[in-house]
């Protein structure tokens, strides 16, 4: 199944990703998982592992709204950007938002996603 746009929900711990088109919608979660330690650095490390979870559940997805707590938007803008610029691009959007429902995210990436092909001029399909 080729889904071509997602919507992904992400704070430090879970991400909610959800590749949709005009019919279906393909859900799939990340869950950080903790490796506690007294090593210096650890939560980086961490934090940088569930990223990557994230942009790898991304794969193949051309355009992404990436939606969530403000601090956690920045560090998975900034781990994109700096760790995963194939997957940076494909970001077309960020939103803060609060914890939505999975049918809110569902239809507030079509709305956002239909806002912004009638701003680049693609036509709306009736």
Request: aromatic residues 8%; hydrophobic residues 35%; glycine residues 6%.
């Amino acid at each position: 199944m080729s889904l071509s746009r997602a919507i992904v929900w992400t704070d430090h711990h879970n991400a909610q990703i959800l590749k949709f088109d005009a019919e279906q919608v393909l859900p799939s979660h990340v869950k950080a998982h903790s490796h506690p330690t007294g090593q210096h650095g650890s939560a980086v490390r961490t934090e940088h592992e569930f990223f990557g979870h994230v942009c790898d559940a991304l794969a193949g997805v051309s355009e992404v709204l990436a939606v969530g707590p403000k601090t956690s938007l920045a560090d998975f803008e900034h781990y994109a950007t700096k760790h995963r610029p194939q997957t940076a691009r494909c970001i077309v959007g960020y939103e803060v938002v609060d914890h939505p429902t999975e049918n809110q995210l569902v239809a507030h990436a079509r709305q956002w996603f239909l806002q912004r092909d009638r701003m680049a001029g693609v036509p709306t399909p009736t």
